[in-house]
């Protein structure tokens, strides 16, 4: 059984890479991929838009439809994923434990006891203990604002240099997880709620969207962003950079939430109570 | 200028490769993040060092902050390097894992023969 499939995987194989015969050569100026519109894009670009980056201009502007509906996907994987792993029936966990944070001793209260919630001498832990780490928290907590800060700047700066929403919405993401893994998931959850976190996440697709439908209303096509000349104050050309980067930040919204509610139903198996 | 770049890259690689010698000869999972997690940032901090020193070549406001950037890649591999070894080294802790000794290697040589 074993050699049939190998013979199998060889033969695709063989198959795929007969296929490669009829490719037009590398970088071939006569190849279907050169003639038709990235010559269009290569040359008016700067022109058209004002933004030196191609790739963020045919991403964001030239094939709008396509970047709008990669959202939506990553949006609907989001929300699947909340369908498929959230429990709402609420369980309380049999015991608790709670650290006092003076002596550093550690109370298992069962059920039925009770609970110090409203209390600063204690705090919760999760009943796979989570070490008390200073280093880790300290180093995670002074790392966290520069990342962020440099997310930022990549949804920005997508215009100039390679970055742009998704990019920057997944470094975005990542320090909420980082933030996650170096406490626990109910502080993080406490900065950041399961709410928070769907309702932007819809909002960064609402973003791109109305966006585009802002474009109708000044009677041009959907995701023309130079109708957006007339509210923005400025010349066509440049209302389409500021189009772009007006929807870069929908997207970086929208990743970074799914990333982080994501994060939150995978880590604590959809009961968002105790996790990572 | 340029000799002390050179001079920092070598002392960078040497670093380097002591960290990559150190990863397969050291005898267990804890001395092996030992030169895991000192050799690559000291050769970072070379390296790097090196590169800042050579944009330098051209004095010009464009290069020094070009060279302040990557002193500040230098910085933040400072916080989280030594940060990541010790988380790693803290899960080996927790789960169980218990130091090397020389008495272990014994019993399997002699489990081996």
Same mark, same amino acid.
């Given at each position: 059984m074993k050699i049939a499939g190998l013979i199998v995987v060889l033969l695709c194989g063989c198959l795929l890479i007969y296929g490669t015969v009829d490719f037009p050569e590398w970088g071939d100026p006569a190849s279907p991929a050169s003639t038709h519109v990235s010559p269009y894009y290569i040359e008016t670009t700067m022109e058209d838009t004002s933004v030196p980056n191609i790739v963020t201009a045919v991403l964001a502007d030239y094939r709008g439809y396509d970047t709008m509906f990669e959202t939506i996907v990553i949006? *609907?994987? #989001? +929300?699947? *994923?909340?369908?498929?792993l959230r429990t709402y029936t609420h369980q309380a966990p049999e015991t608790r434990l709670y650290r006092h944070i003076p002596t550093g001793i550690i109370?298992?209260? @069962? @059920?039925?006891? @009770? &609970?110090?919630?409203? =209390?600063?001498?204690?705090?919760?832990?999760? &009943? !796979?203990?989570?070490?008390?780490?200073?280093? +880790?928290?300290?180093? *995670?907590?002074?790392?966290?604002?520069?990342? !962020? &800060?440099?997310? &930022?700047?990549?949804?920005?700066h997508g215009h100039h240099s390679p970055g742009g929403g998704f !990019? #920057?919405?997944?470094?975005?993401? /990542?320090?909420?997880?980082?933030?996650?893994?170096?406490h626990d998931l109910r502080t993080t959850i406490k900065r950041m709620s399961e709410k928070a976190v769907i309702l932007l996440s819809a909002a960064g697709v609402f973003i791109y969207a109305s966006t585009g439908a802002l474009c109708l209303l000044f009677g041009v096509n959907y995701l023309d962003y130079s109708g957006l000349a007339a509210i923005l104050g400025v010349d066509p050309v440049s209302?389409?950079?500021h189009g772009?980067?007006?929807?870069?930040? #929908?997207?970086?919204?929208?990743?970074? /939430?799914?990333?982080?509610?994501?994060?939150?139903?995978? =880590? =604590?198996?959809?009961k968002q109570d105790e996790g990572l | 200028m340029n000799i002390v770049s050179t001079i920092l890259l070598i002392c960078g690689l040497l670093f380097f490769t002591g960290g990559a010698v150190g990863i397969i000869r050291m005898p267990d999972f804890y001395s092996r993040l030992h030169p895991a997690g000192k050799l690559d940032t000291m050769g970072i901090l070379m390296t790097m060092t090196a590169v800042a020193l050579y944009n330098l070549h051209d004095f010009s406001i464009g290069t020094v902050l070009s060279s302040l950037k990557i002193i500040l890649i230098v910085a933040f591999l400072f916080i989280t390097s030594p940060t990541a070894t010790h988380a790693i080294v803290d899960a080996g802790v927790r789960a169980g894992l218990g130091p090397w000794t020389k008495e272990e290697t014994k019993e399997e040589n002699d489990l081996a023969t």
């Open positions: 949006f *609907c994987a #989001g +929300i699947a *994923c909340i369908f498929l109370l298992r209260i @069962k @059920k039925g006891g @009770k &609970l110090p919630e409203d =209390s600063t001498d204690f705090e919760r832990v999760d &009943l !796979q203990w989570v070490p008390y780490d200073l280093i +880790i928290k300290t180093a *995670c907590r002074v790392v966290v604002p520069f990342v !962020q &800060l440099f997310a &930022l700047y990549v949804i920005a !990019q #920057g919405g997944v470094i975005l993401g /990542a320090t909420l997880i980082l933030y996650a893994i170096s209302a389409r950079s772009i980067l007006i929807v870069e930040i #929908g997207v970086g919204v929208a990743v970074m /939430a799914v990333m982080v509610s994501l994060y939150y139903n995978l =880590s =604590s198996v959809g | -």
